[in-house]
């Protein structure tokens, strides 16, 4: 190896001592660490922070990156010197001073969103968010005065995705699930969801949905679960994946589809390859792909009738006196309930994606000066009336639900969809060789975490989201798959 | 505040934002991290380590001490000045090269010391720690050419005490304690330790220490309790001081002194003076002034009758069935039982001070090559005759039972006795101001607490450990009131 390439690596791994110190200060502060100490704690985040944004700017790594890629050969290497020089330009090429303000009204900007929404009251939040588009506009202009504003945001979460991307399926996708939705909406089928809300410990919570954990193939060993408030699955070195969840113990699926879904995060975290493991390469290659691990796991495995045919008696032997006493019929009808709502993270699997072409149409309306920030509680409202069919009363259960656009997260959104359609790409295509229904009725979930990790897991970062749906299905995104996975599974529920 | 002063101000908080990182790296190996991550987490903690130690010997530090010191008026800045330059001193008189070494030796020799505990051989250890004498004695010699090798070492944990300083007290006394112990061999009283090994639920014992943690005043809002093989007490930030314990279902002594003791080392951290917060005087001490604090909770209030008197009853509603029925004398003598055993943390408080002078008499005649290494398990097991009476019938019971040797760790021990007779210093100074028994006895132990942060607590390191025992007693260290504490106490259980 030669003298620059080593520096290379060892200036990647300084960086990676960086990332797990903050990772854990983050995973400590949201799972254990004392209230008092967060002052303090905060401001070691913010030291090592800009120690890690130091090293990722540093005029070091610039040289390395300009000597060594005119010869690297080796494939990760070019892969993991292109990923170092994108993130030393985006750091780069933003004004420190500009940068430095945008950071505090970014964080000024979230402690108002909190106020606005308990206060129902969009109009504290307008001016915070009238700043953010400005300056999210000019750093776009930025990192690449060529592309429009919004692509650059999208490409920051999914790189190579465009508005000409989404414009080609999220049209259509909309009209078939709104019309599905309409023909639910009309059926005599009305899943009885009241039985599903009965007392069921924590702790038998925990132990069933452990159990899944484990035949997914989630490795304890190199991971942990916790409680929070909310969520998350955090990455704090390749051996070391770990996820949380929250426990409703009057609903319990609020923590069996939860834990599920980050056990889906984990996974691809988990089984990257090893070659990648101390480069930029070690970490899923998207946004969007990430959803689509999870939501696979969630939605395509958890939330199916092969899943519940196969573990609906071991479920009962966790589950409370009541819920012993349903059929599965009954069950799994409830569990798949369809049902219009204002609150996008409480949503079912069929109208998510509406809530997400609402955000999108905004954001892209937004960034395009088609509308004012002004103008986004009543374009919400309307949109929710005319994809959804329901208004929101207030703003705190509309326009203020979210915090993304209060971080200055524009473009972000996006990526919740394309991980659903990714994932429904991904599973007819797992079709080919697997019989995935079979599988996951035994709960032999093995062969399914095989496939993934060899189509997907393994490469990380090596691969971009769209060629690695191209080397995977073959083609590039395509929304029918989605929209026949919804249509067979729910006409058959709903009896359409 | 001048642009040096606030410079320093700032390094100084870099060098916390290092250690907290690391502090919670360790914290979480510890208690939570999975194993498959460990490799990737040391490699972490040791560029982590580097980059703090590389803050703590720059050019730039030493310019601002350099700067600072002869203008300083403050006495918190002129503290926290002498503080840093003997930190850059220590660092910085050792040749890279041959600090790099030590490390490497040093790590290879805990491991080796692992397995020479089980297999009991010493002659395994006695290499390695040939080596690390002879590094000890020359890193000495860098620091202080002036002073003894030994007093050096001694200095590093308990600043200002010399082998002079411990010959003046130790050897009164280990004969006062050899005779207490002699005449308590001889005593009818057999305290019957059998009645308290008997099953008791880990959350019932975590339930009882947590209340007594309470009324110590530990700050749950600023600190956290969790389980490890291994008790310990660990300062993140001055706001986020966490302890550990470890439960044995069989013996709750282990759980419930355990956790007191650490209790009391958090207490001292958990009230240094705010003022000093940001600064290096934000820690105990010493070594030693740490013990006093946790030993003076363990032993002064937890094992004193005045405390059983007061909480018997409420230990009882915690406590099995067996316990329940126990008389109050039966129960108190039990734990307070006397006895030479081989192991030091196994100790009773009477015989403990007698495993550290052994320690000491060791490492001073090996620091004056009296002794050569190969000679420890034969000296160590007459000294044990002679002091204790016991002779260990192997190695792993006797001279390998620490990992501190291995560690390099020479001059340390001292501290453990040090500690013992503070806080029986501390505890008769108390008598003049406070009736402890009847606070202790009443579970009243707030005046108790507000008196140790008055007198020493909120000093942190602002004062030495012999200037504090000075202000706080009118005197030096006198190894008088430890001897009158364990006689009286023991007299009257044992009805010598």
């Given at each position: 190896m030669s003298d620059a390439t080593q520096q290379y690596w060892d200036l990647i791994k300084e960086q990676k001592a960086y990332e797990e110190?903050?990772?854990?200060?983050?995973?400590?502060?949201?799972?254990?660490?004392?209230?008092?100490?967060?002052?303090?704690?905060?401001?070691a985040i913010s030291y090592l922070s800009q120690q890690s944004h130091r090293l990722s700017t540093s005029d070091k790594l610039k040289e390395l990156i300009d000597e060594l890629k005119p010869i690297a050969e080796d494939d990760i290497l070019i892969k993991s010197l292109a990923e170092s020089e994108k993130e030393y330009?985006?750091?780069?090429?933003?004004?420190?001073?500009?940068?430095?303000?945008?950071?505090?009204?970014?964080?000024?900007?979230?402690?108002?969103?909190?106020?606005?929404?308990?206060?129902?009251d969009f109009s504290l939040l307008q001016p915070y968010l009238e700043e953010l588009v400005t300056y999210k506009k000019k750093f776009a202009s930025y990192w690449n005065a060529e592309q429009h504003a919004y692509d650059v945001l999208l490409d920051?979460?999914?790189?190579?995705?465009?508005?000409?991307?989404?414009?080609?399926?999220?049209?259509?996708?909309?009209?078939?699930?709104?019309?599905?939705?309409e023909q639910i909406k009309q059926s005599n089928v009305k899943p009885d969801t009241s039985v599903l809300q009965t007392h069921f410990s924590k702790e038998q919570q925990k132990a069933f949905t452990i159990s899944v954990l484990k035949k997914m193939g989630y490795d304890f060993e190199a991971g942990r679960l916790d409680d929070t408030i909310h969520p998350f699955e955090i990455t704090l070195n390749p051996k070391d994946v770990r996820i949380t969840t929250r426990y409703d113990e009057e609903d319990f699926r609020m923590a069996v589809f939860g834990t599920i879904h980050e056990g889906g995060h984990a996974l691809y975290e988990q089984n990257i390859a090893e070659a990648l493991a101390a480069t930029p390469l070690a970490s899923g290659t998207s946004m969007g792909i990430h959803e689509s691990q999870s939501l696979f796991w969630e939605n395509f495995v958890a939330r199916s009738e092969a899943f519940w045919k196969g573990?609906?008696?071991?479920?009962?032997?966790?589950?409370?006196?009541?819920?012993?006493?349903?059929?599965?019929?009954?069950?799994?009808?409830?569990?798949?309930e369809v049902k219009a709502s204002f609150i996008r993270i409480e949503a079912d699997e069929l109208t998510y994606a509406l809530h997400i072409m609402i955000r999108y149409e905004l954001e892209k309306a937004l960034f395009k000066d088609e509308i004012a920030v002004k103008d986004l509680p009543e374009i919400w409202n309307s949109k929710m009336e005319e994809y959804l069919g329901i208004v929101p009363d207030s703003d705190a259960q509309g326009v203020l639900q979210d915090i993304h656009w209060s971080g200055g997260d524009f473009g972000y959104f996006p990526s919740y969809a394309l991980g659903y359609m990714y994932a429904a790409q991904f599973h007819a295509k797992m079709q080919d060789s697997l019989d995935t229904d079979n599988l996951i009725e035994k709960g032999d979930f093995a062969p399914i975490k095989q496939w993934l990790t060899d189509q997907i897991h393994q490469y990380g970062k090596a691969k971009k989201p769209l060629e690695l749906l191209q080397d995977v299905t073959g083609e590039g995104l395509n929304a029918d798959?989605?929209?026949?996975y919804l249509t067979e599974k729910y006409s058959k529920i709903y009896q359409l």
């Amino acid at each position: 190896m030669s003298d620059a390439t080593q520096q290379y690596w060892d200036l990647i791994k300084e960086q990676k001592a960086y990332e797990e110190a903050i990772a854990l200060m983050h995973w400590d502060l949201r799972t254990k660490a004392p209230k008092s100490g967060m002052e303090y704690r905060a401001e070691a985040i913010s030291y090592l922070s800009q120690q890690s944004h130091r090293l990722s700017t540093s005029d070091k790594l610039k040289e390395l990156i300009d000597e060594l890629k005119p010869i690297a050969e080796d494939d990760i290497l070019i892969k993991s010197l292109a990923e170092s020089e994108k993130e030393y330009d985006r750091n780069k090429k933003i004004p420190e001073a500009e940068f430095k303000a945008y950071i505090m009204l970014q964080s000024k900007a979230e402690s108002v969103w909190g106020e606005a929404r308990e206060k129902g009251d969009f109009s504290l939040l307008q001016p915070y968010l009238e700043e953010l588009v400005t300056y999210k506009k000019k750093f776009a202009s930025y990192w690449n005065a060529e592309q429009h504003a919004y692509d650059v945001l999208l490409d920051m979460y999914e790189p190579g995705v465009t508005m000409e991307t989404l414009d080609e399926v999220f049209p259509a996708l909309r009209k078939s699930l709104t019309n599905l939705l309409e023909q639910i909406k009309q059926s005599n089928v009305k899943p009885d969801t009241s039985v599903l809300q009965t007392h069921f410990s924590k702790e038998q919570q925990k132990a069933f949905t452990i159990s899944v954990l484990k035949k997914m193939g989630y490795d304890f060993e190199a991971g942990r679960l916790d409680d929070t408030i909310h969520p998350f699955e955090i990455t704090l070195n390749p051996k070391d994946v770990r996820i949380t969840t929250r426990y409703d113990e009057e609903d319990f699926r609020m923590a069996v589809f939860g834990t599920i879904h980050e056990g889906g995060h984990a996974l691809y975290e988990q089984n990257i390859a090893e070659a990648l493991a101390a480069t930029p390469l070690a970490s899923g290659t998207s946004m969007g792909i990430h959803e689509s691990q999870s939501l696979f796991w969630e939605n395509f495995v958890a939330r199916s009738e092969a899943f519940w045919k196969g573990h609906f008696e071991e479920f009962k032997t966790y589950a409370p006196a009541s819920l012993k006493e349903i059929d599965f019929d009954t069950f799994y009808q409830a569990v798949n309930e369809v049902k219009a709502s204002f609150i996008r993270i409480e949503a079912d699997e069929l109208t998510y994606a509406l809530h997400i072409m609402i955000r999108y149409e905004l954001e892209k309306a937004l960034f395009k000066d088609e509308i004012a920030v002004k103008d986004l509680p009543e374009i919400w409202n309307s949109k929710m009336e005319e994809y959804l069919g329901i208004v929101p009363d207030s703003d705190a259960q509309g326009v203020l639900q979210d915090i993304h656009w209060s971080g200055g997260d524009f473009g972000y959104f996006p990526s919740y969809a394309l991980g659903y359609m990714y994932a429904a790409q991904f599973h007819a295509k797992m079709q080919d060789s697997l019989d995935t229904d079979n599988l996951i009725e035994k709960g032999d979930f093995a062969p399914i975490k095989q496939w993934l990790t060899d189509q997907i897991h393994q490469y990380g970062k090596a691969k971009k989201p769209l060629e690695l749906l191209q080397d995977v299905t073959g083609e590039g995104l395509n929304a029918d798959y989605l929209v026949s996975y919804l249509t067979e599974k729910y006409s058959k529920i709903y009896q359409l």
